[in-house]
């Protein structure tokens, strides 16, 4: 898997808008996550439970808003933020 890195993350905060450099998969561990991303720049979102994936494409403007504390896997381009 050359050039993927895979983080698992606890987090109860927010992320900001951004678009990844390639796809990027996001499963929730544990907790609900609402999901907000943008297709052809219409905001739309998601509710994801523990168990959940988001596979975002490249070029797929998106942040996730955690509902109280999460544990999250995020795997993606290493050159992504």
């Not at 678009?19 to 052809?40: P, R």
Request: proline share 2%.
């Amino acid at each position: 898997m050359g050039g993927i890195k895979t983080k698992i993350r606890w987090t109860d905060q927010p992320y900001k808008w951004h678009t990844n450099y390639g796809e990027e998969v996001f499963v929730v561990l544990d907790g609900t996550v609402e999901m907000f991303y943008k297709e052809e720049n219409v905001e739309k979102s998601v509710l994801l439970n523990t168990g959940d994936i988001f596979f975002a494409s490249v070029g797929t403007e998106h942040f996730a808003s955690p509902q109280g504390e999460v544990r999250l896997l995020i795997v993606e381009d290493e050159k992504s933020a």
